[in-house]
C-alpha cells in the first residue's frame, strides 16, 4: 500500500532533519549568548527569549525557549508532520469517529513518535488493516449513541428514521455551530454505505462536516445525497432519513453481527 509517494516522503524526512540540525545549532548559540550576558552583567537574556505557544497541553503556554529544549521544539515539529501526512495521505477517510477523536488527543497532548519512515509506514499500515473493523464500529457506535427518548428511534434496530442529539450548538443565541463529532457520525455512516456499494470510500477532506457547513452557510439546514436525508433543528436535533431499505437491512446485519442474542432474526 502507497499511500504516501516515496519520493515526497523522503523529501520530507530530508527536511526534518536539516531543520532539527540548525534548531540544535540555534538552541546552542542562544545559550552561549545567555551565558555571555550573563557574565557581562547585561540582564537575564532568557527573560527576552519567551514564547507564546498553543502546544499548552505538552508545553507551557508561555516557555522560556532557553528552559523548553530541543526535544520539545522538534515534538512540536513532529506533532505538525503527523497532522500533514494523515490528511494528504487521505488515510484519515478510513478511521471511524472514535479513532478520529483518540488521533486528535494525542496530538493536542504531544504523545507522538519521532517522525520517521518506519514509523510512518508501521502507524499507516495499522490503520489500513483496520479499516473493515473501525467501518463497523462506527455503526455500532452511532447505534448505541442514539437517544430512545425519541420514539423514532428503535432500541434493537435501526429503522428507516433515526434522530440525532446535540448535532449542534447555538453561537451567541443565533447562529448555529455543526457539532464536529455530529458529522463524524454521518461520515462513518458514508464510509460503510460507500463499502457496501463498492463505491470508492468519500476522502476526508470534502467530507460531511464540509457539507452540511455549507448548507447550514447558505441558510438551508436540509441536506440529502444517495444514502441519507439530513434535517437539522435550532434545539440541536437532526433527523437522518435511509433511502434505501437494502442498506437498512444491511446496517442490521452488522448489529446482529455484533450482537446475535440482543438482535434476534425475528426483530429485522
Given at each position: 500500500?502507497?499511500?504516501?509517494?516515496?519520493?515526497?516522503?523522503?523529501?520530507?524526512?530530508?527536511?526534518?532533519?536539516a531543520?532539527?540540525e540548525?534548531?540544535?545549532?540555534?538552541?546552542?548559540?542562544?545559550?552561549?549568548?545567555?551565558?555571555l550576558?550573563?557574565?557581562?552583567?547585561?540582564?537575564?537574556l532568557?527573560?527576552?527569549?519567551?514564547l507564546?505557544?498553543?502546544?499548552?497541553?505538552?508545553?507551557?503556554?508561555?516557555?522560556?525557549?532557553?528552559?523548553?529544549?530541543?526535544?520539545?521544539?522538534?515534538?512540536?515539529?513532529?506533532?505538525?508532520?503527523?497532522?500533514y501526512?494523515?490528511?494528504?495521505?487521505?488515510?484519515?477517510?478510513?478511521?471511524?469517529?472514535?479513532?478520529?477523536?483518540?488521533?486528535?488527543?494525542?496530538?493536542?497532548?504531544?504523545?507522538?513518535?519521532?517522525?520517521?519512515?518506519?514509523?510512518?509506514?508501521?502507524?499507516?499500515?495499522?490503520?489500513?488493516?483496520?479499516?473493515?473493523?473501525?467501518?463497523?464500529?462506527?455503526v455500532?457506535?452511532?447505534?448505541?449513541?442514539?437517544?430512545?427518548?425519541?420514539?423514532?428511534?428503535?432500541?434493537?434496530?435501526?429503522?428507516?428514521?433515526?434522530?440525532?442529539?446535540?448535532?449542534?450548538s447555538?453561537?451567541?443565541?443565533k447562529?448555529?455551530?455543526?457539532?464536529?463529532?455530529a458529522?463524524?457520525k454521518?461520515?462513518?455512516?458514508?464510509?460503510?454505505?460507500?463499502?457496501?456499494?463498492?463505491?470508492?470510500?468519500?476522502?476526508?477532506r470534502?467530507?460531511?462536516?464540509?457539507?452540511i457547513g455549507?448548507?447550514?452557510?447558505?441558510?438551508?439546514?436540509?441536506?440529502q445525497?444517495?444514502?441519507?436525508?439530513?434535517?437539522?433543528?435550532k434545539?440541536?436535533?437532526?433527523?437522518?432519513v435511509?433511502?434505501?431499505?437494502n442498506?437498512?437491512?444491511?446496517?442490521?446485519?452488522?448489529?446482529?453481527?455484533?450482537?446475535?442474542f440482543?438482535?434476534p432474526?425475528?426483530?429485522?
Amino acid at each position: 500500500m502507497n499511500l504516501i509517494p516515496s519520493a515526497s516522503l523522503e523529501k520530507m524526512l530530508l527536511q526534518r532533519s536539516a531543520v532539527i540540525e540548525r534548531l540544535t545549532e540555534a538552541h546552542r548559540l542562544l545559550c552561549e549568548a545567555a551565558e555571555l550576558a550573563g557574565e557581562a552583567h547585561l540582564g537575564d537574556l532568557s527573560d527576552l527569549l519567551v514564547l507564546e505557544s498553543k502546544y499548552s497541553n505538552h508545553m507551557p503556554s508561555q516557555h522560556r525557549l532557553l528552559e523548553c529544549g530541543v526535544e520539545s521544539l522538534i515534538r512540536v515539529l513532529d506533532i505538525n508532520g503527523w497532522r500533514y501526512l494523515m490528511n494528504e495521505s487521505g488515510i484519515r477517510s478510513f478511521m471511524d469517529s472514535s479513532a478520529r477523536e483518540q488521533w486528535e488527543d494525542q496530538l493536542r497532548k504531544g504523545v507522538v513518535v519521532p517522525l520517521d519512515r518506519n514509523a510512518i509506514e508501521s502507524t499507516f499500515n495499522s490503520l489500513y488493516a483496520q479499516r473493515q473493523e473501525m467501518l463497523e464500529r462506527g455503526v455500532i457506535q452511532l447505534f448505541k449513541n442514539l437517544s430512545w427518548d425519541h420514539k423514532t428511534n428503535q432500541p434493537f434496530k435501526f429503522g428507516n428514521k433515526i434522530i440525532i442529539n446535540y448535532f449542534s450548538s447555538t453561537m451567541c443565541g443565533k447562529s448555529l455551530y455543526i457539532r464536529s463529532e455530529a458529522t463524524n457520525k454521518l461520515d462513518d455512516l458514508m464510509r460503510v454505505f460507500c463499502k457496501l456499494c463498492n463505491r470508492p470510500e468519500p476522502d476526508h477532506r470534502h467530507a460531511m462536516s464540509y457539507l452540511i457547513g455549507n448548507q447550514e452557510r447558505s441558510g438551508q439546514r436540509f441536506f440529502q445525497n444517495d444514502f441519507f436525508s439530513v434535517r437539522w433543528f435550532k434545539k440541536g436535533t437532526a433527523h437522518i432519513v435511509f433511502l434505501q431499505k437494502n442498506l437498512i437491512d444491511k446496517l442490521n446485519d452488522i448489529l446482529s453481527k455484533h450482537y446475535p442474542f440482543a438482535l434476534p432474526n425475528a426483530c429485522l
